[in-house]
């Protein structure tokens, strides 16, 4: 299956520092990109969906100001969490799809642990 | 609005069958997936229905009725490594993938 890389995998952060999180489709062009985050013991919340080349969607309540999007090419995502705070702590992960996967799984990349203290 | 419902946990014991219902309520289909989810680990996928029936691979199969909403994931011969959380998943007319909660198995011996 197509393989989505996600760095780092676990980072821990000084409260009010930015921290940023990349996603790569290693094998495929990824024409959509999906972060998640996932607090313990619940299940995955979309937070964001991005096209190559075009600005992030984010679902409601989410501040994209906080959470800056970046899709610029299509093996690359970013997503950075700026001024991060003890309540972003939490497991970030990324999905990616392209026009072929339409019909099967989005693939997954390994997840980032954030630990804000 | 948008539902997916799973139970929140089962217990199992090894070398038994076990099955995960999901019903769900979404605006359009176009699949359902099951995922199996470790415990600080990223999903990984199980298996994809978008047709009524079952569909089978190796230890695990997954059913699908489109008219009642309903699909179930069926675990045989359990191991203590299918200890993990078990999240069913619809996309939904936008090509959007709509979670649900995920079940917590438990595998005893």
């Known amino acids: 299956g197509a393989v989505v890389s996600q760095h780092p995998s676990w980072v821990i952060c000084k409260s009010g520092t930015s921290v940023k999180i ?8 990824a024409t959509t990109m999906f972060w998640y985050r996932q607090f313990p013991k619940q299940s995955l919340m979309l937070m964001a969906t991005s096209n190559e080349g075009s600005k992030a969607t984010y679902e409601q309540g989410v501040e994209k100001d906080k959470f800056l999007i970046n899709h610029a090419s299509l093996t ?25 996967e339409r019909e099967t799984e989005a693939f997954f990349g390994q997840g980032t642990r954030l630990t804000v203290v | 609005g948008q539902n997916i419902d799973q139970p929140t946990e089962m217990t199992a014991t090894e070398g038994a069958i ?9 605006s359009g289909f176009n699949g359902l997936f099951w995922y199996q989810q470790h415990a600080g680990e990223a ?3 199980l298996s994809y229905n978008v047709l009524d029936g079952l569909e089978e691979k190796g230890r695990f199969s997954s059913f699908l009725s489109r008219s009642k909403g309903y699909s179930y994931l069926l675990l045989k011969e359990l191991q203590m490594k299918d200890s993990a959380s078990y999240l069913c998943a619809v996309r939904d007319s936008n090509y959007q993938l709509i979670w649900g909660a995920g079940t917590k198995l438990i595998i005893k011996p």
């Open chain 1, 22 to 29: 990349e996603c790569r489709s290693l094998d495929f062009q």
């Open chain 2, 18 to 26: 076990v099955q995960i219902n999901c019903t769900y309520q979404t």
């Open chain 1, 76 to 100: 690359l995502s970013t997503l950075t969490v700026t001024s991060a705070h003890p309540e972003d702590s939490s497991f970030y992960i990324c999905s990616a799809r392209g026009e072929r």
């Open chain 2, 43 to 45: 999903p990984t996928f």
